[in-house]
């Protein structure tokens, strides 16, 4: 059984992420932004559900590790969710094996349970993760 927000459930997977947004943002001081929205009122619960999840531990590690000021999720053509921030560079797929945390496990859990890959890269010096959905949403 999954506590699912209830935003997420009844206003689905970008509202849900404004809500959280605008509250980690009043309690960091950091900015976080959602742009895009491509399909993605298309997703089932079960994905909007492992999405929000994966976004929300993303997030919390960058605040947690990387000492970031800004993050932007963005939603792309295709089923590309495209994340970064400009906080110090960390790679999840070097790291997964060395952290004792569940965190960055459950990250990697929940792209399993809903097919979707990963990839890491940078841009302009930030840190950037693109999230490939196995379906296109757009």
Known sequence: YRLMPPLLE???LSAALQDYFSMMSKMTGLRFAVVGTCGISDLDSGESYELYRIIQELTTNMIK???ISTCLVS???KGEIFISDDGKQFSLQENSNAV???G?????????SIDARIVEQRVSGNNGIVIYLKQPIC
């Open 10 to 12: 009844t206003l689905g």
């Open 100 to 102: 004792t945390g569940t």
């Open 75 to 77: 939603f792309e053509n």
């Open 104 to 112: 960055i496990k459950n990250i990697f859990f929940f792209f399993f």
């Open 65 to 67: 590790y990387g000492e």
